[in-house]
């Protein structure tokens, strides 16, 4: 990873995970609003019951060993630990996430069974076949490299161990559409700015390197229309009084990511932006 990107990253981390943190809660992906996207519930509710029908779709019912790559401020690492009284390691980019995570471990009580730091997802500093679950819930889109990013998460996965990936890709450009407009990509490269992101490709693209990496068993889908609610309601909060307070007080990267909230929401409106599932066994 490219020292530059590495350190916008990390510092657009290290300033808006304590404000997200404040209004939104632990969880800091999206939501999940049903297979239309059209049930109403809360906002945290909805980041739970992504997690919950994620597992679900990748047939996973339980794990002792688990790795959460890009693990924010510890939301999936903890719930994955409770839910099946398993050790999870999570992994960022970003001290301030690390430390807020392990804060969080220990008020909840699972210090002994969780494990946070700082790391870099496409050089992973464990052994072999170390886990039974690895864990990437919307990482992938900050990776440079995305083949080194899966062989990494191949690398560390146990043979039989089951490796679950989300992440934001762009629609697929092999099929009636064809490749990206200019338009489109202008759309892409506003957004890859102001979310610090190198660059997304397709599910199809994922589901090739998959295929490379000799993974078994890989199941993909797209889940764009169950969770395209979440920015209109992470639009919505960010107009209460404290979030514009918060913004305030967490500088200009944070400011702009809030006022570049349309740039997803119009992306899922036209197509453009997917997101996508992976699974396999090793």
Known sequence: MTVTLYQQIQQFYDASSGLWEQVWGEHMHHGYYGPAGNEKKDRRQAQIDLIEQLLQWAKMHQAQNILDVGCGIGGSSLYLAQKFNAKATGITLSPV????????????????????RV???QNMPFADNSFDLVWALESGEHMPDKVKFMQECYRVLQPGGTLIMVTWCHRPTDGAAGPLTADEKKHLADIYRVYCLPYVISL????????????????????????????????DSALNPLAILGLLRSGWGTIQAALSLGLMRRGYECGLIRFGLLCGTK
Request: no cysteine; glycine share 2%; hydrophobic share 45%.
């Open 97 to 116: 996430q690390a430390a807020r995570a392990t804060e969080r471990a220990k008020e909840v009580g699972l210090s002994t069974k969780t494990a946070f």
């Open 119 to 121: 790391a870099d997802a």
């Open 204 to 235: 199809p693209e994922y589901e090739a390197i998959a295929r490379n990496l000799s993974l078994q068993n890989i199941r993909t889908a797209d889940w764009s229309t169950a969770v395209a609610p979440f920015w209109n309601v992470v639009i």
